[in-house]
């Protein structure tokens, strides 16, 4: 974990019963003023990022703009009724397909329920909730212009993003209104003012650079069961913050751990609470496995 990330992330002590989670988590839902959502992992040792940007999937996150085409070629009736590319990367998260987009929850006890997933029996570890406070500048709705620009970074190239990373870098503080100017008239801003156009003919093509380094969280429609279900939204990164790149209001994030030993009877405290797999995902599919699960022997 890098130097930064330790300073914006705060641990808290483990948490091995339902109501101790639920007791640490509404002191800190009523100390932290801003907007909060929550994520949860079964790993604690896993970071906060979109699965597009695990090392793992480096070659995936190379053809980003690649793979999104071939997921539309492939089933464009799916994807007929999205308006612009939030939409689409939502719907593809939905699928699978990993995105630039970090799953979170409005409602803390969903996101134990992930954090309490055991995993595979050779692959046990504590599970983490992680809280997020999100300041009111980073806080967007789906039809912002600035989800609309971190979004269509997914229709770029590989080389013309690093490019955009490099010419941000440059940006100086000394006439910085002309430095934005001078950065957008640049071939490959122009080419990304291209792509928001295209969903939204009315946009101004005056992209400030540092904002494409910035995650928001997005309000997103809530068209989707399970996003619904969930209580979902997401947070949506950019471009990966390098050095020489600094910005204000920084999300800030806080772990709750929860021990391996204590992940089935906090399972079963939620299930008695109604949240499950069949609730948390309203597919027919899962809801046809739990039944079966109900009258298996």
Same mark, same amino acid.
């Given at each position: 974990?890098?130097?930064?990330?330790?300073?914006?992330?705060?641990?808290?002590?483990?948490?091995?019963?339902?109501?101790?989670?639920?007791?640490?988590?509404?002191?800190?839902?009523?100390?932290?003023?801003?907007?909060?959502?929550?994520?949860?992992?079964?790993?604690?040792?896993?970071?906060?990022?979109?699965?597009?940007?695990?090392?793992?999937? =480096?070659?995936?996150? @190379?053809? #980003? $703009?690649?793979?999104?085409? /071939?997921? !539309? +070629?492939?089933?464009?009736?799916?994807?007929?009724?999205?308006?612009?590319?939030?939409?689409?990367?939502?719907?593809?998260?939905?699928?699978?397909?990993?995105?630039?987009?970090?799953?979170?929850?409005?409602?803390?006890?969903?996101?134990?329920?992930?954090?309490?997933?055991?995993?595979?029996?050779?692959?046990?570890?504590?599970?983490?909730?992680?809280?997020? =406070?999100?300041?009111? @500048?980073? #806080? $967007?709705?789906?039809?912002? /212009?600035? !989800? +609309?620009?971190?979004?269509?970074?997914?229709?770029?190239?590989?080389?013309?993003?690093?490019?955009?990373?490099?010419?941000?870098?440059?940006?100086?503080?000394?006439?910085?209104?002309?430095?934005?100017?001078?950065?957008?008239?640049?071939?490959?801003?122009?080419?990304?003012?291209?792509?928001?156009?295209?969903?939204?003919?009315?946009?101004?093509?005056?992209?400030?650079?540092?904002?494409?380094?910035?995650?928001?969280?997005?309000?997103?429609?809530? +068209?989707?069961?399970?996003?619904?279900?969930?209580?979902?939204?997401?947070?949506?990164?950019?471009?990966?913050?390098?050095?020489?790149?600094?910005?204000?209001?920084?999300?800030?994030?806080?772990?709750?751990?929860?021990?391996?030993?204590?992940?089935?009877?906090?399972?079963?405290?939620?299930?008695?609470?109604?949240?499950?797999?069949?609730?948390?995902?309203?597919?027919?599919?899962?809801?046809?496995?739990?039944?079966?699960?109900?009258?298996?022997?």
């Amino acid at each position: 974990m890098s130097m930064n990330a330790s300073k914006r992330i705060q641990s808290i002590k483990k948490l091995n019963t339902l109501q101790a989670y639920i007791t640490e988590m509404t002191a800190y839902a009523s100390a932290q003023p801003l907007f909060k959502c929550y994520r949860g992992q079964r790993n604690s040792r896993w970071e906060n990022i979109p699965a597009l940007f695990r090392p793992e999937l =480096a070659k995936l996150a @190379e053809n #980003e $703009k690649q793979a999104v085409r /071939d997921l !539309v +070629s492939i089933h464009p009736r799916e994807f007929s009724d999205d308006e612009t590319m939030f939409d689409r990367l939502v719907r593809m998260q939905h699928f699978g397909l990993p995105s630039r987009l970090l799953d979170v929850s409005q409602n803390p006890l969903v996101a134990l329920y992930f954090a309490t997933d055991p995993g595979p029996p050779d692959q046990e570890a504590d599970g983490a909730v992680t809280a997020f =406070a999100i300041p009111e @500048e980073r #806080e $967007k709705y789906f039809d912002s /212009d600035a !989800v +609309s620009c971190l979004a269509n970074l997914a229709n770029m190239t590989a080389e013309e993003k690093t490019e955009i990373a490099k010419l941000g870098t440059r940006q100086s503080a000394a006439n910085k209104e002309e430095e934005i100017k001078r950065l957008n008239g640049e071939t490959v801003y122009q080419r990304l003012h291209q792509f928001i156009r295209s969903e939204k003919p009315h946009f101004l093509p005056i992209i400030e650079p540092i904002d494409l380094f910035k995650p928001y969280y997005v309000h997103p429609k809530m +068209s989707n069961r399970r996003i619904l279900a969930q209580a979902g939204g997401f947070i949506i990164h950019g471009l990966l913050k390098s050095r020489g790149i600094r910005f204000r209001h920084q999300i800030k994030e806080t772990k709750f751990i929860i021990p391996m030993g204590a992940k089935a009877s906090l399972r079963a405290s939620l299930e008695l609470l109604g949240i499950n797999d069949s609730t948390l995902f309203p597919e027919l599919d899962r809801a046809a496995n739990r039944i079966k699960a109900t009258y298996s022997v």
